[in-house]
């Protein structure tokens, strides 16, 4: 798959509802015009998009491990400076960003812990440091239905590929310890939504039968009787009528400051 097919997929997938979220996202951690701003894990680069509206592009930095994703945010967010790292081991000097962001993100990580400290070190003093991840307890109702569907139609093969994964990170307290963990200072939490549009179920589906993320993945190892089962599941569940619809998912997010202003 080439960088932007890889790009468009996501796209078409969760990524349908990253501008806007973005958009929220930057206004609630207070990003504003003459910020030099980092995107961590930008993906194919809404964030890094929605940046670079704000402070300007060549104020922008973006990483991620994802080789086809920083070709497809290079293409897409010309002038900022995107680069090949992870979160654990962020490629840029202390001190270098006055916001540090990354979207849909953290809940991933093998170490979000030392992501939370990498971050913090390549703030400035008093920067922002700021992240955002889907409610996956009941705020996010495209996956909400998939899983549901899945564990309905196969609950051993949807738990081992994680539909039952809890992780700390995706909880309002979960976020708000990572980040006085990390040391980071006047810390304030929030709830962010975004919404998507669908031309219709076979929108909403493309994704998971096309195999993008591990929910993709998961369809795409079943036999061809049970991924039909889990495909009707999630029509029911997801109550998607036959024209268009949109969907709205919740976000939690948290923004603290680097110490030393
Ligand atoms: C759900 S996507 C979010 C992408 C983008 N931030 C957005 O909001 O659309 C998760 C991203 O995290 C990246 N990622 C995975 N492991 C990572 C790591 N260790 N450090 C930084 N990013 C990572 C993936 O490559 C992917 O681009």
Known sequence: MSALDRAQAYDRHTGRYAPGLAAAFVRFAGVAPGMRALDVGCGPGA??????????????GAVDPSEEYVVACRLRVAGADVRLGRAEDLPFEDRSFEAVLAQLVVQILDDAPRAAREMLRVATPGGIVATCVWD???GMP????????????????????????TNPWCMQEGLRRLWR???LEEIKTDELS?????????????SFAAGVSPSGV????????????LR???RRRLG??????????????????????
């Open 47 to 60: 964030l890094t998009g929605e940046l670079a509206r704000v402070v300007g592009a060549a104020l922008v």
């Open 136 to 138: 996956f307890r009941g």
């Open 142 to 165: 495209l996956l909400d239905a998939y899983w549901a569907a899945a564990k309905s139609v196969d609950p051993e093969g949807a738990r081992r590929a994680g539909a039952d994964d």
């Open 181 to 183: 963990e990390a040391g």
């Open 194 to 206: 975004a919404s998507a549009e669908y031309l219709g179920f076979d929108d909403a589906w493309w």
């Open 218 to 229: 998961y369809c795409r190892s079943l036999d061809d009787e049970r991924r039909t089962a």
């Open 232 to 234: 009707e599941e999630f």
């Open 240 to 261: 998607a009528s036959e024209g268009p619809f949109s969907l709205t998912a919740r976000a939690w997010s948290v923004c603290g400051r680097a110490p030393g202003a």
